[in-house]
């Protein structure tokens, strides 16, 4: 009861480091900083294959992140998977002859949409859609087929 | 916080009148005449009472009366249960059979809120002290003060170092529970006993362990206390000098039973054998020295398991 | 056979009467809480004994675990080429497992085993009963407050292990063993969620700090008032404690991580 002053300050000290901790896993360890879902604008694509892509894979353009996959559905129709994206509102000038491949991060890493600029004038409006897609490598298809071609070239 | 006015006896019956069923208020009817006339001078009734721990009978269907303004003894051998009827005078145990009235309620029978009105009318005084061993001297003795009455601070100071001055240790107000020596922290304990005003005290064992300086410091305390406060005390000791000196009136009890009771000199002059030898400290009487066993000889021919 | 049955079912029914006891004691301790908010200073001495003081062992602690995951993260990870990713490695398992796990651990040994043995001290010096008497209810003046101090100091305290633990391995992977520092903290970025990583290990760590405080608060208000006795239930306290931590851990991540 005696120090009350001091315990008032190391008990403020402590919850102060406490909140600190907590304010610095979420700021700059976790994703909370790099993106939010407020200001951001939706586009799709669609995929003959998107392969190992996932909701919250990332969407990058020449190698920045500009934004997240939101959702992945199979349209019964036309058989192909429809990717939804959302792109941060502050990359608004891509234009709408973009191409969208899905790459993988290194050998194992994960797969990602990589955005690829095209020559238009006209921008990607909010909902828009991008027409030149391709899809993902899926990596036995490619063995197969080099296998394949390079049995071709032994004949 | 201080409600005390609720406590009224009057208005508990209201209470009981309006809550309970018919069947119920002549019980409590009954009860009350019961004890309205029988004691109508006691601040504490024991009625009937038994409690047993495990299968040991501690009371025996046992009846006391402590009247006010009076210091009253309970003595008896150690092992007795004399600290179990402060704990259940004091609404902690609860008893098997039978009632025990404080100031007119049955205090098993109060509500919680209640019966915590009516212990900040009671002073106890542990054994060990119960000092809250992290506080000062002071804050200990403030401590019922501060938790409930809204005094300020300059205020609680005044009455704490009455109480202190009152005991002998207005000096000591800084010191921690653990640099008082035991009759010191005997004498903090009843400092806080006292300071919310308290219409009875009740000691437990206020003289075990004492050195003659400080057993005497403590007799004189209780019995002033007792005389200028106008307090009813209850004291359970296996003293039997110092609580001669102080008693009104002295209750005997062994193996459940009281098998004794009077005022000091009637106790002295007792023709029970058991009383005698309790009063006197004679090693061997109706209480036998030995632990029950079997036949000395026996026990030791006999071939004994290994243990 | 027979006595193995009767032993069985003594031995229930003695833990489902101490369970009874426990919970009983914990809806006291939830109407306590309303009094404690009156009187914030009870709190605040309580966050001090409880929190402050278990500031350095977690701090440091943290550090040496996040700087063992650097290490160990490093080398199993160089294996696949796949250093850069040592940052999410860290901060996963710290965030997710170690932060809240190791901590909730470490509290139950250094404030746990501290308030038992002060609970049952006060019980067997007869503190509490001579605050009954004095018409205090112990429980709302002496348990309730250290409860809330376990409850708030447990998230706190697991945030700031699993925050020096990041950066212990930041100091070790970047600073000694050369990954990149911005592919660390990138990738760290990339990988961890704030609601699935972040918000599910601060649930997990008030969780913890729940059981952690009721169990340590329990064995000492029910300790048998001896020397022997309150040393028991401390010992009780430990491995009760770590039992429900581990045991919880397991549940809760099935729980939140199992649809991923």
Redesign the interface.
């Known amino acids: 009861?005696?120090h009350t002053t001091t315990?008032?300050t190391?008990?403020g000290?402590?919850?102060a480091?406490?909140?600190?901790?907590?304010f610095?896993?979420?700021l700059?360890?976790?994703?909370?900083?790099?993106f939010s879902d407020q200001d951001s604008y939706v586009i799709t694509a669609r995929f003959e294959n998107s392969g190992g892509l996932k909701v919250?894979s990332?969407v990058s353009a020449a190698g920045v992140?500009i934004g997240k996959v939101t959702s992945i559905s199979f349209d019964t129709k036309t058989y192909e998977s429809v990717v939804q994206m959302n792109i941060d509102a502050k990359y608004n000038t891509l234009p709408d002859d973009t191409t969208a491949s899905i790459f993988t991060a290194?050998l194992?890493g994960e797969q990602y949409v990589n955005l690829e600029p095209g020559g238009s004038e006209e921008y990607l409006k909010p909902n828009g859609k991008i027409e030149i897609t391709q899809s993902a490598i899926i990596l036995e298809k490619a063995i197969g087929q080099f296998l394949f071609k390079s049995a071709e070239e032994k004949k | 916080m201080a409600f005390c006015n609720i406590n009224d006896n009057r208005l508990t019956y209201l209470r009981v009148v309006v809550q309970n069923s018919p069947f119920r208020i002549d019980k409590q009817l009954k009860l009350r005449m019961v004890n309205s006339v029988s004691s109508q001078n006691n601040l504490v009734s024991v009625r009937n009472l038994t409690f047993s721990r495990g299968s040991k009978k501690i009371f025996d269907d046992i009846s006391l009366d402590f009247q006010r303004g009076k210091i009253t003894a309970i003595m008896g051998p150690s092992g007795t249960g004399k600290t179990t009827l402060l704990k259940l005078i004091g609404g902690q145990l609860f008893p098997e059979r039978g009632s025990i009235f404080v100031d007119g309620q049955n205090v098993h029978q109060l509500r919680r809120s209640d019966l915590y009105d009516l212990r900040k009318r009671l002073g106890m005084l542990f054994q060990s002290g119960a000092l809250l061993t992290?506080?000062?001297v002071f804050?200990n003795v403030a401590f019922p003060l501060r938790e409930h009455t809204h005094l300020p601070e300059s205020m609680i100071r005044t009455l704490v170092l009455m109480k202190l001055q009152a005991v002998g240790l207005r000096g000591a107000r800084d010191l921690m529970p653990n640099e008082l020596s035991g009759g010191m922290s005997r004498r903090v304990a009843l400092a806080r006993a006292i300071a919310l005003d308290p219409m009875m005290i009740l000691y437990d064992e206020p003289f075990t362990g004492q050195d003659p300086i400080s057993m005497g410091a403590l007799v004189h305390l209780i019995k002033s206390l007792n005389t200028i406060l106008g307090l009813t005390s209850i004291i359970v000791s296996h003293d039997v000098h110092e609580t001669s000196v102080i008693a009104d009136y002295i209750y005997v009890i062994s193996e459940g039973k009281i098998v004794g009771q009077g005022t000091p000199a009637e106790i002295q002059q007792s023709d029970s054998e058991w009383v005698q030898q309790f009063m006197t400290g004679a090693a061997d009487g109706p209480v036998h020295f030995h632990y029950p066993a079997k036949e000395y000889v026996d026990d030791l021919l006999s071939s004994g398991k290994r243990y | 056979m027979i006595q193995l049955i009767q032993n069985l079912g003594k031995s229930t029914r003695v833990s489902f009467t101490k369970l009874g006891r426990a919970s009983y004691f914990l809806i006291q301790i939830i109407f306590g809480i309303t009094s404690v908010l009156v009187r914030p200073r009870l709190l605040?001495?309580q966050?001090?004994s409880v929190?402050?003081l278990s500031?350095l062992i977690i701090t440091i602690s943290g550090l040496f675990v996040g700087m063992v995951l650097g290490l160990q993260g490093y080398y199993t990870l160089s294996d696949?080429g796949?250093e850069e990713t040592l940052g999410v490695m860290v901060?996963a398992s710290l965030?997710r497992e170690l932060g809240p796990v190791v901590s909730a651990l470490l509290f139950a040994g250094r404030a746990g085993s501290a308030l038992t043995a002060e609970i049952g001290l006060m019980k067997a010096t007869e503190q509490l009963s001579g605050m009954e008497m004095m018409a205090v209810d112990p429980v709302k003046r002496i348990i309730t407050p250290r409860f809330l101090a376990g409850l708030i100091?447990m998230?706190?305290?697991a945030?700031?292990?699993?925050?020096?633990g990041?950066i212990g391995g930041e100091m070790i992977g970047s600073g000694l063993l050369g990954v990149d520092e911005g592919a660390f903290?990138a990738q760290?970025?990339?990988g961890?969620?704030?609601y699935d990583?972040?918000i599910n290990?601060?649930i997990k760590s008030v969780v913890f700090g729940f059981i952690a405080s009721w169990i340590a608060l329990f064995e000492g208000y029910d300790a048998i008032p001896t020397s022997e006795g309150v040393s028991r239930a401390t010992t009780r306290t430990v491995v009760n404690s770590a039992f429900s931590i581990l045991g919880l851990d397991f549940i809760l991540t099935a729980l939140m991580f199992g649809d991923n």
């Open positions: 009861m005696q315990q008032d190391l008990v000290l402590f919850v480091s406490g909140i600190a901790g907590l610095f896993l979420a700059h360890v976790s994703n909370l900083s790099s919250k990332p992140k290194g194992l | 992290d506080m000062t804050d | 605040l001495n966050l001090y929190g402050v500031f696949f796949a901060a965030v100091s998230p706190l305290l945030g700031l292990f699993s925050a020096v990041i903290w760290m970025q990339a961890i969620d704030f990583d972040i290990g601060v």
